[in-house]
């Protein structure tokens, strides 16, 4: 698996006459299944659970999650015992997350979302454990400083890439993990972050996973469409129009948001004329599988057997 996907130059008339280079840093592609930050996150995180000689890991994550449906391909590539737990009432035959999670052979178990709610509880993670038999643990999201540190190579490679800092990066975030991971090397580039969700959180929490930098760092907090998983119709007219124009596909929780945001900001002169910026796509194109399972087909699906 190579790990410094593409970086490509966005065309379109606007950046032409605002004067602006915009880039996309193409993480999707990097695996069909381990995409984007998911690979960033989990790359360390295996390391690790290999040099120490681990023998079972275990995770947590809801049922359409990125995360999740990573991890059980990742463990099933490099022949790795793994139990995820659900956040639900049982399984759902034809949820295409699970589906494709049971495909690669990880245990699949559920909890009910009061249950759920201990996730972050160290007791309850050491109960997991023993009951499972597991004896490494990634957290919800796959957020940690083994993480945080393969999420920092994104922003080497733009270097490498560009052949110098780019004056803007702008990410997706959910966590703030991978975020928080890149502001940690953004002594150069402004962060621009568009969160996911709905609230004034994530900026406290990505700054208590890095708060170096920390003045490069801007968080949007009006692009959330509604909050976590919400969407609008003038969301999905986009992420079509996009994939018109550019023959890129986006989804609707995380990067659909990020680039709306973007060019919204564009149109709007929020950055200078001459200024170059990168967009991270950040993967989590399965999710448009359960998204239009959920909601009737409204954007184009990826091209991943299920």
Known sequence: MNPLSPLIKLEDPLFDHKKLEVFIKR????HPLISGNKWRKLKYNLLEFKQKNKKHLLSFGGAFSNHLLALAAACSEQDIKGTIIVRG??????NP???LANKMGINIQFT???NYKRRHDQDYQQELLEHYKADFLIPE???NLLALKGCAEIVDEIDLQLGKASDYITVSAGTGGTAAGLLSQCSNSKLQVFSALKGDFLEADILKLCDKNKQNLHVHK???FGGYAKH???????INEFYEQHNILLDPIYTGKMFYGLLTEIREDKYPAGSSIVAIHTGGLQGNLGFNYRFGQKIPNPQIPV
């Open 27 to 30: 993480d999707e592609l990097i």
């Open 89 to 94: 009432d049982g399984p759902d035959p034809n």
């Open 97 to 99: 997350t699970l589906r």
């Open 112 to 114: 009910d979302r009061t």
């Open 141 to 143: 999201g796959g957020t």
């Open 222 to 224: 009006t692009f959330h």
């Open 232 to 238: 609008k119709p003038e969301l999905i007219s986009f």
